[in-house]
Nanobody, 126 residues
Framework: QVQLVEFGGGLVPAGGSLTLSCVVS????????MAWFRQASGTEREFVAA????????YYVGSVKGRFTITRDNAKNTVYLHMSSLKPEDAAVYYC???????????????????WGQGTQVTVSS
């Protein structure tokens, strides 16, 4: 069983920074592709960023490129989302997700991720 727990959400002013963490249980974390999604009230869950297991390659949705950075620490079974220059439209519940199937390519689809965290709220004040 794989469990994901997110930390680091909170209230931040527009233009500010915040780092989310996701700690993952499981003996083979280094073989998981990890991703962050977000869901604002009344909207569908949206892909934000992902980092592969194979080469540590990353992929971002266009709206966060240059502002958000996803990293991972395999020794700590943790994936991070470093967010800067936050905008009010970044406010959402942020979810960590794991693709444990050893997929070679990064997917932006929720259906391709088989484990999810409970989510952490990020609020950006204008």
């Amino acid at each position: 069983q794989v469990q994901l727990v997110e930390f680091g959400g909170g209230l931040v002013p527009a233009g500010g920074s915040l780092t989310l963490s996701c700690v993952v249980s499981g003996r083979t974390f280094s073989s998981y592709t990890m991703a962050w999604f977000r869901q604002a009230s009344g909207t569908e869950r949206e892909f934000v960023a992902a980092i592969s297991w194979s080469e540590g390659s990353t992929y971002y949705v266009g709206s966060v490129k240059g502002r958000f950075t996803i990293t991972r620490d395999n020794a700590k079974n943790t994936v991070y989302l470093h967010m800067s220059s936050l905008k009010p439209e970044d406010a959402a519940v942020y979810y960590c997700a794991a693709d444990t199937k050893g997929s070679i390519e990064i997917s932006v689809a929720t259906i391709d991720y088989d484990y999810w965290g409970q989510g952490t709220q990020v609020t950006v004040s204008s």
